[in-house]
């Protein structure tokens, strides 16, 4: 993800890194790759 202007942060403390707070589970992705894979139909909205 890149900004337009790089000085520009979403937090108010300069010293964080804003791509260090994401990680994956792994796990969860697979979940959702085999639902995917399997062709279930997404349900309706009313």
């Known amino acids: 993800m890149k900004y337009r ?5 979403m937090c108010a403390d300069s010293d964080v890194d804003e791509f260090a707070h994401y990680c994956v589970d ?16 997404l349900p309706q909205s009313a």
């Open 26 to 41: 792994g796990e969860v992705v697979e979940a959702m790759k085999s639902l995917l894979v399997m062709g279930a139909p």
């Open 5 to 9: 202007k790089a000085g520009v942060t």
